[in-house]
């Protein structure tokens, strides 16, 4: 048998028949670590009389408050990958770990630990304090740092974990107020809004992040439904009584109070339907409007075969106005403090994502409890 050489070039010893694969990587990380590999392969690479040849790589760093999962072990292979190849381009790259320690996270991590039910033992008299309560977080948020550079060296991912940086420490917080001060200075800032689930428990908006680190955040569960007849300021058809009502269905009643919009699908074929005055209906004798589709799911409120007075599409309906449900932010005293909606409040808007396969085909729009209400109102 020919010897040939192995991969690492370090072993002189033939390929093994059956070799452990777990003690290879091991071999090979000792190897690493002991000639120092990562680091020189950063100092054998000028970074140029003015960085023009560094690579530099934002890590989007962990809280360390937790043990790594699947989905942090694989984005850091990813990440590893790219550090790597910009290197063997000829680029220095210094890969510098980071730890997150601010947000709601460390927050409730603390909580924890302190046995705190609610926020405002932190805050009231004779509660903890938030000084107490910020040496807290600061203890919590780095508890497992061991454990999370056993487990990315073990990936053989090359990282530094001896000038890591925190989010907590004044330079770096300082670093990122500087870096939004210069893109304000650029204009390239604005104010705007959001909408952001808000924590009753811990009295704080959260991200979409934090509402996804708890596996029942969401759960399934059977709730009433409402459908809700608006009136028009002005009747669709020549010659109505009275203008007719728009029905709009939500699985979200609460929200009705800041209901500011109806959507309609610009390209959604809507009747106008008469109910007969003889139906046992609270909407007997009423003229109404919803999806084509939707008229046999509402049999029992429209009759089993109402009297269509005329089709319409959606961008038909574009732009008519409605009387609002509740007439509270409608009233003179409101609109002078401006807390009415505006000129536009109280329209039927356009919405590409209105469907018929449930409801009426006319959207009720809250834009201060959906992001794509609030989108769709903005737009």
Request: proline residues 6%; glycine residues 8%; charged residues 25%.
């Amino acid at each position: 048998m020919t010897k040939h050489g192995s991969y690492p070039r370090h072993r002189d010893t033939e390929v093994e028949a059956s070799p452990s694969f777990p003690q290879l990587e091991g071999e090979t990380l000792a190897f690493w670590a002991a000639n120092k590999t990562f680091q020189k392969s950063i100092d054998i690479r000028p970074a140029g009389e003015s960085g023009e040849n560094e690579f530099v790589f934002y890590d989007g760093p962990p809280f360390a408050n937790g043990l790594p999962h699947y989905g942090h072990l694989l984005t850091g292979y990813v990440k590893d990958v790219v550090g790597r190849y910009q290197t063997m381009l000829g680029h220095r790259v210094e890969r510098r770990f980071g730890w997150d320690t601010h947000g709601l996270p460390a927050e409730l991590e603390a909580q924890r630990i302190l046995g705190i039910d609610d926020v405002t033992e932190i805050t009231r008299e004779g509660g903890i304090g938030i000084e107490a309560f910020n040496d807290a977080c600061r203890t919590s948020v780095l508890r497992y740092t061991k454990e999370w550079e056993d487990y990315v060296t073990r990936q053989a991912r090359w990282v530094d974990f001896s000038k890591d940086y925190k989010t907590l420490d004044p330079d770096y917080m300082e670093s990122v107020i500087w870096a939004f001060k210069t893109l304000y200075d650029k204009g390239l800032a604005y104010e705007g809004y959001r909408v952001l689930p808000y924590c009753w428990h811990d009295r704080t908006p959260l991200s979409n992040h934090e509402l996804k680190m708890d596996d029942e955040v969401y759960q399934d569960r059977q709730d009433n439904t409402v459908t809700v007849g608006m009136r028009l300021t002005e009747p669709l058809l020549p010659g109505a009584a009275k203008p007719e009502l728009v029905l709009i269905w939500t699985t979200t009643p609460w929200t009705l109070p800041s209901n500011l919009a109806v959507a309609a699908g610009p390209k959604i074929d809507y009747v106008v339907v008469r109910v007969a005055s003889e139906l046992a209906s609270p909407l007997a004798g009423e003229t109404v409007v919803l999806g084509k589709e939707r008229l046999a799911a509402y049999a029992k409120e429209l009759g089993e075969e109402p009297e269509v007075l005329a089709t319409l599409k959606g961008s038909d309906l574009v732009g008519r106005r409605y009387h609002p449900i509740f007439d509270y932010y409608d009233d003179a005293e409101h609109r002078a403090e401006g807390a009415a909606p505006g000129p536009k409040g109280w329209t039927i808007i356009s919405g590409d994502y209105v469907t018929t396969e449930d409801g009426t085909g006319l959207v009720h729009i809250a834009p201060a409890f959906g992001e794509d209400d609030m989108f769709v109102c903005m737009e």
